[in-house]
């Protein structure tokens, strides 16, 4: 969240809209046409998929994580086979599936293989990039399907409710079409590799691509697999003028046109805090 000369603010838990997309796949993971075939005698009934929840706003290295635990395969080999998959990513990607792992339920069977998953993940997010009212919400906005999900992948990670997504995304589009650097702590977090409570002022100097505090304009690569919500608020941002944004409690986030009245929700939500601290 922008906000300047603070005290270190709390990452807000928030509610989510996990697993609501289920994905049932063909002969990319291994699984054949869904047709109702009689078995003969003898025969085994064909294997129930299990399934593989890839909730919005993870990171690559968690849906990594998360297929290696569902496939039973020695950590590392989801990371490995990203590496080798021929993924079908964007060139300004650089190979790295960053925002393309797209989330939602996906069906796993004994024949499901990393790179098939990461394919069909890649494949989906690529998919949901390219319907019209994305692509073109997008180019409306000057942006091209890859700086959409960098910027959609920012609203999943700041907006604290589903509602707030529209305005979150006007107060990036209102930075950078004032050349202001954007100043997000999620940004902060990706870059050190946590997701943490606080960002301190001595992080927001750190030297990191990912540092949105001192560089402007959106960073190298997506931060997280970002849901349809937060695609749909990246191409059609709610009107306003906001600059600033901080979540004084949870689910009351206050976007403010000025700092001076951004200083005082900042106030507010510091007076809460040290409260809260003292129970």
Not at 8 to 16: A, G, Q, V, Y
Not at 65 to 87: H, N, Q, S, Y
Not at 205 to 219: A, C, H, V, W
């Amino acid at each position: 969240m922008p906000q300047e000369n603070r005290t270190p603010s709390p990452r807000r838990s928030r509610l989510t809209r996990r697993g609501r997309l289920a994905l049932f796949l063909g002969t990319s993971l291994g699984l054949g046409a869904a047709v109702l075939i009689p078995l003969l005698p003898g025969e085994e009934a064909p294997e129930k998929p299990r399934q593989l929840l890839i909730p919005e706003g993870w990171r690559a290295l968690q849906v990594y994580a998360a297929i290696d635990r569902e496939l039973k395969v020695p950590a590392g080999t989801a990371k490995a086979a990203a590496a080798t998959a021929a993924l079908s990513l964007p060139a300004e990607a650089k190979g790295n599936p960053e925002g393309y792992l797209f989330p939602a339920t996906y069906p796993v069977t004994s024949e499901s293989t990393p790179a098939a998953l990461l394919t069909y993940m890649v494949e989906t997010a690529n998919k949901k990039l390219a319907t019209k009212a994305v692509a073109d919400g997008a180019k409306a906005h000057g942006m091209t399907p890859y700086q959409t999900a960098t910027l959609a992948s920012i609203i999943e990670a700041e907006a604290d409710t589903r509602a707030d997504m529209g305005k979150v995304a006007r107060v990036v589009h209102n930075r950078l079409a004032k050349s202001m650097p954007l100043q997000m702590d999620s940004t902060i977090n990706y870059a050190l590799n946590r997701s943490t409570v606080d960002t301190t002022l001595s992080e927001t100097k750190i030297d990191s691509p990912f540092n949105t505090y001192e560089r402007q304009g959106l960073p190298p690569t997506p931060i997280d697999s970002p849901g349809l919500e937060a695609m749909a608020a990246a191409v059609a941002p709610a009107p306003g003028d906001w600059l600033f944004f901080v979540t004084v409690k949870k689910g009351d986030t206050r976007f403010s046109v000025t700092y001076e009245e951004h200083k005082r929700h900042v106030a507010e939500f510091n007076r809460l805090r040290a409260a809260s601290n003292k129970t």
